[in-house]
């Protein structure tokens, strides 16, 4: 059975931080692009940053210079560092792995994230 399990989700004021964590199994997930998505309530699901079995990055301009996406492979883990986070990013984050040439998508349960005081 594939799984991407979420993890790291909580609590955390605004200018602070938070690593979320997406541990996979079932598959490994080496050539697979991988990225976190997330979605706030009344909005759809948006990407906001992603990672290619090379390594390249992308990010949504709102998280840009503030959240990172690593991988390590070795561990079938993909990981977002969230710094200076702001109210607006309180959503649920979810997981998300993608292997295009077998049309393969998997998304994780999802994590929640709530900034506030």
């Known amino acids: 059975q594939v799984q991407l399990v979420e993890s790291g989700g909580g609590l955390v004021q605004p200018g602070g931080s938070l690593r979320l964590s997406c541990a996979g199994s079932g598959r490994i997930f080496t050539r697979y692009y991988m990225g976190w998505y997330r979605q706030a309530p009344g909005n759809q699901r948006e990407l906001v940053a992603g990672?290619?079995?090379?390594?390249?990055?992308n990010y949504a301009d709102s998280v840009k210079g503030r959240f990172t996406i690593s991988r390590d492979n070795a561990k079938n883990t993909v990981y977002l560092q969230m710094n200076t986070v702001e109210p607006e990013d309180t959503a649920v984050y979810y997981c998300?792995?993608?292997?295009?040439?077998?049309?393969?998508?998997?998304w994780g349960q999802g994590t929640q994230v709530t900034v506030s005081l």
């Open positions: 990672i290619t079995n090379l390594g390249s990055t």
């Open positions: 998300h792995a993608k292997f295009a040439p077998l049309n393969e998508v998997y």
